[in-house]
């Protein structure tokens, strides 16, 4: 009685995986530090991401003001619009859209940077040059994506609350300080702490995955889009799971 | 009588045989498949050794065996008199630094320039060096090279030929003991090919290195090196000069003179 191929597989997967995430924190907090190579990767990863995340997020702002005003006046409650948009936008919208954005972006770019390095032996290369290429390649891209998530939603969550602005202005009047009002009596840091712990996780996620898929690239340049792309596919879903995890958690904390 | 001892005993004393590479009972296997099996290879100091086999026979396993990117499964590899297996990894980036690498891909980093790929390793190795030596010895390498100009060119820029040649000026950044040459010339023009060997000649000369030439190019296997280990089947199937194997009839060794 043997399990089917394909679920050996993600066990070997799932397995591998976890080991290379042990190796990371064996290896990641003790010395040589790379601190410029994270400096580095903190701007590509989190300053070059910001013009697509804050685009997304003030489409997203709009777009879920616009949808929300039809239901909500049925129920003769549109004043209710900024705290709706606000909660939804700080508590789940905006944190798992932005993180698959990033996973999107950054994602696919870290597994294909990688598997490009490995199947050109420039990843060997490193090691010969007397650098651990896992600490110098692998540690500084996952720290910056863990620590950069956050900054962009936080920056995400903010812009789609302009969005949101304007879509109540399109149909209605409300000024500035009228809508904000409304979003910050709406809010509480119940609501934006939890959301903003899981982003952590999220940007570690979508690190780890790519540096493993591309770290591990094989199959020439094949390998390499297969890398960029499984990256992609495996940290989405894993954003989708860790985010129904903080639900669970923050519920038993009774914070929902 | 006692005049012949004299000079017999002169003559051992004249030429001191140092051996920078010792490889004794190599054996190395993926699965079911035995790529080196009880391989012996001995380099000394100043002398080029070129190992020459077909494709697939197991030369790049044996070269990164030797600096260490694969383990063996059994036999002993001995560098500048240290067991490579006896190692730590301190240790083992300590011999890196005296045995040069040039892989058959190059593996200049795409991300930098050339001179930032020069750099690299020097910043890597030598953490207190000074801007200004870094500086001279790019200069230095890159003009031994022949390709000054491209300094601040990145690695697409460049053909195929060039950057062989900024690999082999990273390569020589850190003065090694011993270069590793991995098919330095596959995939390159015979013209370009030739300019190649001559600069590992040229360059071995210069930086009085010790190189293990893996590649079954002959015009590159003549031009560089003094003596060619035969890789067959695993093993060390035989040795000599190039003329000497030239002349050989064993049809396992005719056949990469054909």
Redesign the interface.
């Given at each position: 009685m043997s399990l089917p191929r394909t679920w050996q597989r993600f066990l070997n997967e799932t397995g591998e995986l976890s080991r290379f995430t042990g190796r990371f924190f064996s290896q990641g907090f003790k010395p040589r530090y790379e601190i410029s190579e994270l400096l580095r990767q903190c701007y590509i990863i989190g300053y070059k991401s910001l013009p697509l995340v804050g685009l997304t997020g003030f489409i997203m702002g709009l777009v879920l003001t616009m949808q929300l005003r039809p239901s909500l006046i049925s129920y003769g409650a549109e004043s209710q619009l900024p705290a709706m948009v606000s909660i939804a936008v700080v508590r789940e919208i905006g944190p798992v859209i932005t993180a698959l954005i990033f996973a999107g972006k950054i994602g696919s770019s870290i597994g294909a940077e990688l598997g490009s390095m490995r199947v050109t032996e420039q990843i060997d290369a490193m090691e010969v040059s007397g650098t651990n290429p896992f600490k110098f390649l692998v540690v500084t891209r996952v720290l910056a994506a863990t620590l950069m998530l956050p900054v962009l939603v936080l920056l995400s969550d903010a812009i789609s609350l302009y969005g949101s602005y304007l879509g109540v202005n399109i149909k209605g009047v409300t000024s500035l300080d009228l809508f904000f009002k409304q979003v910050f009596d709406a809010l509480s840091f119940d609501d934006f702490i939890p959301a903003f712990i899981k982003t952590y996780f999220f940007g570690f996620a979508v690190g780890i995955v790519g540096c493993f898929k591309g770290f591990n690239s094989k199959k020439g340049t094949e390998g390499v889009g297969r890398s960029a792309n499984s990256a992609v596919v495996v940290s989405s879903v894993l954003i989708f799971i860790l985010d129904l995890l903080a639900v669970q958690i923050t519920d038993l904390f009774g914070l929902n | 009588m006692g005049k012949v001892q004299t000079i017999e005993n002169m003559s051992i004393k004249k030429m001191p045989v140092e051996k920078v590479l010792v490889i004794e009972k190599l054996c190395k296997s993926f699965g079911d498949n035995h790529v080196l099996v009880d391989f012996d290879l001995e380099l000394n100091k100043g002398e080029n050794v070129a190992v020459l086999g077909k494709s697939g026979s197991g030369k790049s396993v044996l070269i990164?065996c030797i600096?260490g990117?694969l383990t063996p499964d059994r036999g002993r590899i001995n560098v500048l008199g240290q067991n490579i297996d006896e190692m730590n990894?301190r240790e083992l980036?300590e011999i890196?630094?005296k045995v040069g690498?040039l892989?058959?891909?190059n593996?200049?980093?795409?991300?930098m320039t050339v001179r930032e790929n020069l750099e690299?390793?020097l910043r890597?190795?030598w953490i207190k060096i000074t801007v200004a030596e870094t500086e001279r010895k790019v200069i230095e390498v890159l003009n031994n090279v022949g390709l000054l100009h491209t300094v601040d060119m990145m690695p697409a820029e460049l053909s195929g030929g060039m950057r062989k040649r900024i690999a082999l000026a990273r390569t020589l950044i850190l003065d090694p003991e011993i270069i590793l040459y991995d098919e330095p010339t596959t995939g390159l023009d015979p013209i370009t090919a030739k300019g190649i060997s001559n600069l590992i000649k040229e360059m071995g000369e210069k930086y009085n290195t010790s190189a293990l030439i893996i590649s079954h190019d002959m015009n590159c296997i003549r031009a560089t090196s003094d003596k060619i280990v035969m890789l067959i089947d695993g093993r060390c199937y035989t040795t000599g000069t190039y003329e000497e194997l030239k002349e050989n009839k064993d049809p396992k060794v005719k056949q990469f003179f054909e």
């Open positions: - | 990164k600096i990117l990894i980036d890196r630094t690498f892989f058959q891909s593996a200049l980093y795409d991300s690299f390793p890597r190795h």
